[in-house]
């Protein structure tokens, strides 16, 4: 993911699991441009944060020092106690470029990963992602690189192509230049967007079959919530599964049955009357600022009263699910909030006579590097979908947040508590008008083909809008026909030539049939206007 796996949110991810297992689950960084980060010190520093002087120069052999003789303790990135495994995933188009960026981030990781699929227009533009597909001479060459030089794992990431034998003979490619395991997602490289439509896992299947067993393959795609983990290593037959945009809208995924009922005792994991649950928001969003104020601001995190659960008595605060991650925290120090200038202070009377665009420019600086702060408004709005669709007023003040200013995220906060508690007290009183009927509230309907429509996917994952729950795209026939989706130039002209070939088809099949038909009639003496047309259902 783009600007969406930093140390935090992966801090987050794993602290839904106890902490003996949370070395189970294996992290992505966010995906850098390799050509950037090995050139520029600015970009390494903004982006990675191993250690706090920055990286400056890359371990090119193994002969140097190991990390604990360089006096320079792990920072966050890689952090041995709470972030490993760990990958660090890259893009590239040159070997040079990869190995040197490879080569900066070693020690501080336990493989390195080439994204061969990102899909977007800036991929295509900078000629990297799914847009290195038809170059697989360059593919070889970066892999054969890595894995040549460099001391730890290289990994690759594809998508399926057209047919299961050219997807085949892709995995085969990566495999034989040094791959040590390749993660594939079972979507197409034009699949995305409202064209998104659903992974085909059989594509993955085919590859767990044709390929020699010894081989780790990753699944990802259609994992939109926990009971989906299972059912894709089950279906697949892969060796683990990924999730990117499940875990965006629930970093608790992959929570065991076991920490969501601890969690359904301390109040952070609901459930409804009918056996359906989910994380609250509000507890997830507790977590995850504790996080940014422990490890990224190193400051203690605020203390907080108990999450309210109705019925039930005040009791003392209690300890989040999985914690601690690390031992007891000792602040170490404070980024001090850089204070307004004379001429940046407004005046009492400022908000109602200075215009809009001049206080914007009078409110104090909270500008910051952090990768870890500049994501947080972005991971709100995806946690928070649902409650701020409805509750418009914290969805505004989310849009006006900047990053690191903790105290409108606690505002926040505060207001998601507040209607959380309205939420769960109106649940009490009438669980019915937070039940899905039979038909959504757009009015379509379930037809039962899952390649067709998303009803049947929606209606599984809904639930009240303070829980968790993953954001299910509308199919591409779907958004056409609400027009969400439009078709481009490109797009329209193949359609047209499609139904063109068609009804060229079934013309030369009509005539067919009708010489066929006319000798029918001349045997068996009936009359064409009496005969029933072939594949049509009559009575």
């Not at 203390?303 to 209690?318: A, E, M, N, Q, Y």
Request: aromatic share 6%.
């Amino acid at each position: 993911m783009v600007d969406q796996s930093e140390f935090a949110w992966r801090l987050l991810t794993r602290s839904f699991l106890p902490p003996d297992q949370q070395s189970s689950l294996l992290a992505y960084t966010p995906m850098f441009h390799a050509r950037l980060f090995r050139g520029t010190q600015t970009f390494r520093d903004h982006h990675f944060q191993p250690i706090r002087t920055g990286l400056t120069s890359p371990l090119r052999d193994s002969s140097q020092p190991p990390l604990e003789e360089k006096q320079e303790p792990v920072y966050l990135d890689g952090h041995p106690s709470h972030d490993r495994p760990l990958i660090v995933q890259f893009c590239a188009n040159d070997p040079d470029d990869l190995l040197e960026a490879a080569q900066h981030v070693a020690p501080y990781c336990d493989a390195v990963d080439l994204n061969l699929g990102c899909p977007q227009g800036i991929a295509r533009k900078g000629h990297y992602g799914s847009f290195l597909q038809e170059s697989p001479n360059l593919i070889h060459s970066l892999v054969s690189k890595l894995a040549k030089d460099l001391d730890i794992p290289i990994t690759a990431k594809m998508r399926i192509l057209n047919t299961k034998e050219e997807t085949l003979q892709y995995a085969k490619l990566l495999l034989d230049a040094g791959a040590s395991w390749i993660a594939v997602h079972g979507r197409r490289r034009e699949q995305k967007g409202h064209q998104t439509g659903l992974a085909d896992w059989t594509m993955i299947r085919y590859l767990r079959d044709m390929l020699p067993k010894e081989t780790v393959i990753f699944a990802n795609g259609n994992v939109l919530g926990h009971q989906e983990l299972e059912r894709c290593l089950q279906v697949t037959g892969a060796d683990g599964v990924m999730s990117a945009e499940g875990n965006l809208c629930d970093p608790g995924i992959f929570a065991k049955d076991q920490e969501r009922k601890l969690g359904e005792e301390k109040g952070e994991y609901w459930k409804g009357r009918d056996g359906k649950g989910g994380w609250r928001m509000d507890a997830v969003m507790r977590r995850y600022l504790d996080i940014l104020y422990q490890h990224v601001l190193e400051i203690a995190p605020p203390r907080r009263t108990p999450l309210f659960v109705p019925g039930s008595k005040t009791i003392d605060s209690l300890p989040l699910v999985g914690t601690p991650l690390v031992p007891p925290f000792q602040p170490t120090s404070t980024i001090p909030t850089q204070p307004p200038t004379d001429d940046q202070t407004p005046t009492s009377n400022s908000t109602s006579e200075t215009p809009a665009n001049k206080r914007k420019e009078n409110r104090p600086s909270s500008r910051t590097t952090s990768p870890n702060l500049l994501a947080v408004q972005a991971h709100l709005f995806h946690l928070l979908r649902p409650l701020v669709s409805k509750h418009t007023h914290i969805r505004d003040k989310l849009a006006r947040a900047r990053a690191r200013d903790m105290d409108t995220f606690e505002e926040i906060l505060s207001l998601i508590e507040d209607v959380t508690k309205q939420g769960l007290l109106d649940y009490e009183n009438d669980p019915t008008q937070f039940e899905v009927g039979k038909e959504e509230e757009d009015g379509v309907g379930d037809d039962g083909n899952e390649e067709e429509s998303s009803v049947k996917a929606r209606r599984a994952c809904k639930r009240p809008w303070w829980v968790c729950q993953p954001y299910v795209r509308p199919l591409p026939k779907e958004a056409l026909e609400k027009g969400s989706l439009s078709l481009g130039k490109k797009a329209k002209r193949k359609m047209e030539e499609e139904a063109a070939e068609e009804g060229r088809r079934m013309k030369g099949r009509e005539e067919g049939k009708d010489s066929a038909r006319e000798e029918r009639d001349e045997k068996d003496g009936v009359p064409r206007d009496e005969m029933a047309k072939e594949a049509m259902v009559c009575g």
